[in-house]
């Protein structure tokens, strides 16, 4: 079983649907939590990042983490085709540098 | 301003070839990362450059993999003897200070070892 999993979708939904992305994790000494987005042909870009639990919100996308149930989860509100992309979830024990990430959610916003 | 660059963008090479992939952090940043993605999977971490030196390279595969980063800024991946398991787009990252969880990524190379 990996430490991190997510569905690889593809995720397909109409224009300003909402749309809920998740991950599961196993090692409950994760504290840091990070939603990229990754274009096609392009490196990852950091959405949100999230401390412990609770939620986060900037502008359109609201990040929630639930510690109790090793269980995060990605919200994007009014959605727009240029939302498509694959989004990953990636994580860490510490402030340091090895994220572990999960294997990326393809989303796919219909005009 | 500038984020980060790699090159080449595509690396096409034959089983048991040399490679070296570059990466242009962004100026002043002081930690740097290597990463490897295969497709339908997240980055994989490779190693991490605090200035010069590798803190840690404990992601590297195997004795084929090799990176330096000699002045603090650029660095290069190295991979010797190339397999076709190598087949991956490199991500290279970089962040202001060692240890900030916000990484800036490249774009990445394609490498494909035939």
């Known amino acids: 079983q990996k430490e991190v999993e997510q569905d690889p979708g593809p995720l397909s939904v109409p224009e300003g649907a909402i749309v809920s992305l998740n991950c599961t994790y196993s090692?409950?000494?994760?504290?840091?939590f990070m939603w990229y987005r990754q274009y096609s042909r392009k490196g990852p870009e950091l959405l949100m990042y999230?401390?412990s639990s609770g939620n986060k919100e900037d502008g359109r996308f609201t990040a929630q983490v639930d510690k109790s149930s090793k269980y995060i989860s990605l919200f994007i509100r009014d959605s727009q085709p240029s939302d498509s992309a694959t989004y990953l979830c990636?994580?860490?024990?510490?402030?340091?540098?090895?994220?572990?990430w999960g294997a990326g959610t393809k989303l796919i916003i219909k005009p | 301003g500038a984020g980060v660059s790699q090159t080449p963008s595509n690396k096409v090479t034959e089983k048991g070839k040399y490679v070296e992939l570059r990466c242009d952090p962004i100026?002043?940043?002081?930690?740097l990362y290597w990463y490897r993605q295969s497709l339908g999977q997240g980055p994989e971490f490779l190693i991490y450059?605090?200035?010069?030196?590798?803190?840690?390279d404990s992601g590297l595969p195997n004795d084929r993999f090799f990176a330096v980063r000699p002045e603090g800024s650029v660095s290069t991946l190295k991979i010797q003897r190339t397999e076709r398991g190598d087949s991956a787009v490199y991500l290279c990252?970089?962040?202001?200070?060692?240890?900030?969880?916000?990484?800036?990524f490249g774009p990445g190379t394609r490498l494909t070892v035939l």
């Open positions: 450059f605090q200035g010069t030196g590798a803190a840690d």
């Open positions: 990636a994580m860490s024990a510490n402030s340091n540098y090895q994220l572990i």
């Open positions: 990252a970089s962040s202001l200070n060692p240890g900030d969880n916000e990484q800036f």
């Open positions: 999230t401390y």
């Open positions: 100026s002043g940043h002081t930690a």
């Open positions: 090692n409950s000494a994760f504290q840091y």
